[in-house]
């Protein structure tokens, strides 16, 4: 179990150092998560030589202990929200037009992807 925390803080260390020292616009996170797939889309051509972690289902375990107790990651988000009430309703109607924004052009992307995703499933 140990080792499996330790491939996921791996991950996303790589991710921060290559998105820090890199420059890139994009959060270190979402490049440990990429690094993170590939490795677990490579797991079976090179099952003999990576760790027994990524063969007998512990990374996946320990992922869904993590992924069950989400909720309590976004607690210091929260404070630091209430913290600054004062810059949101400074802000309000940008932030509110935003998150209108943000979310009808994801509800977009999804039914775009689907659709596609869907006529390349028909056509196999």
Same mark, same amino acid.
């Given at each position: 179990?140990?080792?499996?925390?330790?491939?996921?803080?791996?991950?996303?260390?790589?991710?921060?150092?290559?998105?820090?020292?890199?420059?890139?616009?994009?959060?270190?996170?979402?490049?440990?998560?990429?690094?993170?797939?590939?490795?677990?889309? @490579?797991?079976?051509?090179?099952?003999?030589? =990576?760790? +027994?972690?990524?063969?007998? !289902?512990?990374?996946?375990? $320990? /992922? %869904?202990?993590?992924?069950?107790?989400?909720?309590?990651?976004?607690?210091? @988000?929260?404070?630091?929200?209430?913290?600054? =009430?004062? +810059?949101?309703?400074?802000? !309000?109607?940008?932030?509110? $037009? /935003? %998150?209108?924004?943000?979310?009808?052009?994801?509800?977009?992307?999804?039914?775009?992807?689907?659709?596609?995703?869907?006529?390349?499933?028909?056509?196999?």
């Amino acid at each position: 179990m140990i080792t499996a925390f330790a491939v996921l803080l791996f991950c996303q260390l790589s991710g921060e150092v290559t998105a820090r020292l890199g420059g890139l616009p994009v959060p270190g996170p979402v490049i440990g998560m990429l690094l993170l797939l590939a490795i677990l889309l @490579a797991r079976d051509p090179l099952v003999r030589v =990576l760790p +027994v972690v990524f063969r007998d !289902g512990t990374l996946e375990s $320990v /992922a %869904l202990g993590l992924l069950a107790h989400l909720s309590l990651l976004f607690v210091p @988000a929260g404070v630091g929200v209430i913290q600054r =009430l004062d +810059v949101i309703g400074a802000n !309000g109607i940008a932030i509110a $037009v /935003a %998150l209108a924004g943000s979310t009808i052009i994801g509800l977009f992307a999804s039914v775009w992807t689907f659709r596609v995703l869907s006529r390349i499933g028909r056509e196999r």
